[in-house]
Each structure stands twice: as C-alpha cells, then as structure tokens.
C-alpha cells in the first residue's frame, strides 16, 4: 500500500540557512499535517491543511511556512534556522474527516549546525 | 482536550500480556480515544480507537468501562519488535484536520 513519501530523509544546514520540506499525502488523502519531534521529545503539532487551506496552526514559529499544493502534496519551508529546529520533521495525512487515524512519513531528519 | 496520564514506562516478557492504563478523567461526550506505537526515528503509528467497551483488531484490544475515565490498551503475547513508545489521545476527533496533541507516551521494554 502507498504510503507518506518524505522528502529529503535527511538534511543539514547551517545557522541561518534555509530548509525546504515536502511531504506527499497518500492518495486521495486531502489533509495533510505537519510535527516535529526534537531529541528526547514527544512529537508537537506545527500546522494542518484541509483540501489546500489551512486548518489548524500549532507551535509553529514565525519564521516556518506551509502550504498545499493542488496535487495536494505539502511543503514545509523554515528560514533563518537556528540550532534549537534540530529535528525530526514528520508529515502526515488522513482522509477527510479522517479523524485521530492519521498517517505518518518516514520523517525528515534535519540537522542545523 | 482532555488531560491524559499514563504511566511514564513499563517492562515485559516476550510472550506475556501487556496491558497500558491511560486516564482520561476530563473525557468529553464526544471525545475518542486512540493508541499510537512509535519506534525510536519512525513516525507515530495508528493502532486502535474506540469510543466505549472494547475494541478489537489484529493488533491490539482496547478496554472502555462504562465512565469511559480510563482506557485499556491490551497487546496479546509481546515480542520484542513491541519495544516502542505507546500514546494515548483523546479528543474529539469528528471534524476535519484533527491534529494529534502527543503527551508524555509510555516507554515498553520488552526482554527475552
């Protein structure tokens, strides 16, 4: 069965770059989140689209932006990084009114130095 | 959001039963609950929801009394693959984009 693809598994940039997630739903699933779980952590909301608006926004500093794209697939973009967005960036997705059943990616391990 | 305590970690056997106790005193009429597995650098898996009395799938059981206060996540004859981070979430999960709100998970290790 298809499931969340995540792109890049890993990434390592410098303080201040910038970083460009993406995420592609698995299909036909029009909602599409985002969490990130730091060392240690438990994972924390970022920000949720439903059909290519925006749901629902977590933790998510100022700094990141997202959106969803027609073919639904999502992007995570994160300026001016700091070493504290070292991290393991999930993406997930459900079906409409898919409820607490979601479903995870791999993950995209990003690494600021 | 309802508050969850579960216990912070939790040893087993391979082949016994483990059963993972989450309260959820503050539960709303229309709130869910659901269990997710994480393996350490994966994504949270879904295992089980329910609403009342118990659930089964080839996974897991999970356990609802009546005042649906607590929840019961049982797991039949655990392996060692079972070593993993179990949540429990409650919330009202009927709308659409319902983000998962993770607390601190229970940490099962499981020994030969």
């Known amino acids: 069965a298809a499931g969340v693809i995540q792109s890049p598994r890993h990434l390592i940039k410098e303080k201040r770059e910038t970083a460009t997630l993406k995420c592609y739903p698995i299909p036909r699933h029009d909602t599409v989140y985002w969490y990130q779980q730091g060392p240690g952590q438990d994972p924390q909301f970022l920000i949720s689209f439903y059909e290519k608006m925006q749901s629902d926004k977590g933790s998510i500093p100022d700094r990141f932006s997202a959106q969803q794209f027609s073919d639904y697939h999502s992007e995570l973009n994160m300026s001016s990084l700091e070493l504290g967005d070292s991290a393991l960036y999930f993406c997930?997705?459900?079906?409409?009114?898919?409820?607490?059943?979601?479903?995870f990616g791999p993950g995209t391990r990003l690494t600021v130095t | 959001l309802a508050k969850t305590t579960q216990p912070i970690s939790m040893d087993s056997y391979e082949g016994q039963e483990v059963n993972i106790t989450c309260s959820h005193n503050?539960?709303?009429?229309?709130?869910?609950i659901t269990w997710y597995q994480q393996f350490p650098s994966q994504g949270p898996r879904f295992i089980i929801q329910?609403?009342?009395t118990k659930v089964t799938n080839e996974v897991a059981s999970l356990f609802i009394p009546a005042d649906r206060k607590s929840s019961t996540l049982s797991l039949p004859r655990v392996s060692l693959s079972d070593t993993a981070v179990y949540y429990c979430?409650?919330?009202?999960?009927?709308?659409?984009?319902?983000?998962?709100?993770f607390g601190t998970g229970t940490r099962l290790q499981v020994t030969l």
């Open positions: 979430l409650v919330g009202d999960n009927t709308g659409t984009a319902s983000k998962l709100t």
């Open positions: 997930a997705s459900s079906q409409t009114q898919g409820g607490y059943e979601q479903y």
């Open positions: 329910g609403y009342k």
């Open positions: 503050n539960i709303a009429t229309n709130d869910y």
